[in-house]
Structure formats: C-alpha cells, structure tokens
T-cell receptor, first 118, second 111 residues
C-alpha cells in the first residue's frame, strides 16, 4: 500500500514570494491534515479536511495561508506572501476518518516539505 | 485546553539497554487516544504505538511498550533492547478530535 505522498521535498524562497505544497493521501482515507512543524517543536495542526469539507482551520493564518482539497483526494497548501517565520516543515497526514467525533483512526504522515524563507 | 508535556528534552541509552520516556497530559475527557510517534532526521513521523484510553491493558509493539496511568494522566514509553536505529525524536500525542503533540524527546543511542 502506497503511503502519503508530498511534493516538493524542499523549497527555498524569498520573503513575500508565494509557494504551494501538494499532498496525495493514502487511497481511501477520508480525512486529510496539514501540520506545520517549526524546528524544535512538535507539529501544529493547520487545517483538517473530511472529504471535501473543512473540519478545523482554527490555527490556519488565513490572511496568508490557504488550502483546498478538490474531489476529496489530493490537497494543496499555499502561502502567499511568505514570511521569514513560515520557515518550517509542512507535514501532510491522512486517516480513515473520525468515529463519534474522536480521531480514533491512526494518522499516517508523509515525508514532509522543508520550507526555507530567506 | 488539552496539553501534552514531555519533560525530558534528551535521553541517552546504550545499545541493548532500556530507556523510558515520560509523557503527561491534561484533559477532562474520559474517552481519548494516546500515541507515540518517532521522527528520525528525515522528519517523517512514524507511528510507534497507540493506546485507547478505555482499555486498561498497556499497549505493546515488539520492543516498545507503554505504561498508561489514566488517573495520573501519564503515558510513558519503554524501549527495550535499544538499537542504533531507535535514535530519533520521539513525540507523545493526545487525541480527542484533534491530535496534539508534546515538544518531543531526543533519544541518543550509543554503541
């Protein structure tokens, strides 16, 4: 079974530029997550999709970050314009779904995209 | 708000020895899930073990086992017979609707 795929693996941009990340979840997984992991910290959830819909985007900086999951499969995360503090690893994860509102299914993570903003 | 605390920034262990990583969490919920994830330098998060809070029996996966103390809100990970490949950052995570991670513990394995 193929795992979660992400691209690109590395990206270097200058501040105020835009960047986009792509994620392909495990086949059949209804729930998709984007996390931001700053060096030395644990991952922080940015946005969670259940099929096409957004379940939680409370920690997504909506003035510069956007995400979509068209057709309930692949997802893209965009940053525009980027700031220095956006330098981090962006992790995508997927799971089968939620049961009774609880994340009872294990989340499987992709390899991540390392972003460096200069 | 739920929080996850890992009080050990780094732990060192010799090959073939045992190391225990501590984790405490704060919650008012009774039905939740706990996880330990491993993150090697490649930065990919790998599931090590998971525990359902309604189960009293401690989870075990080969050389990895947990000590789940629900009343104390404690969830420690024991790595037995440590191997060089176990060297990584280990994250404890709590889940009730949203997965929340601790700050991580760096495990160093020495020959």
């Amino acid at each position: 079974e193929a795992g979660v795929a992400q691209s690109p693996r590395y990206k270097i941009i200058e501040k105020r530029q835009s960047v986009a990340f792509w994620c392909n979840p495990i086949s059949g997984h209804a729930t998709l997550y984007w996390y931001q992991q700053i060096l030395g910290q644990g991952p922080k959830l940015l946005i969670q999709f259940q099929n096409n819909g957004v379940v939680d985007d409370s920690q997504l900086p909506k003035d510069r970050f956007s995400a979509e999951r068209l057709k309930g499969v692949d997802s893209t995360l965009k940053i525009q314009p980027a700031k220095l503090e956006d330098s981090a690893v962006y992790l995508c994860a997927s799971s089968l779904g939620q049961i009774r509102g609880v994340v009872s299914e294990t989340q499987y993570f992709g390899p991540g995209t390392r972003l460096l903003v200069l | 708000a739920q929080t996850v605390t890992q009080s050990q920034p780094e732990m060192s262990v010799q090959e073939a020895e045992t190391v225990t990583l501590s984790c405490t969490y704060d919650t008012s919920e009774s039905d939740y899930y706990l996880f330990w994830y491993k993150q090697p330098p490649s930065r990919q998060m790998i599931l090590v073990i998971r525990q359902e809070a309604y189960k009293q029996q401690n989870a075990t996966e080969n050389r990895f086992s947990v000590n789940f103390q629900k009343a104390a809100k404690s969830f420690s990970l024991k790595i037995s017979d440590s191997q060089l490949g176990d060297a990584a950052m280990y994250f404890c995570a709590y889940s009730w609707g949203k997965l929340q991670f601790g700050a991580g513990t760096q495990v160093v394995v020495t020959p």
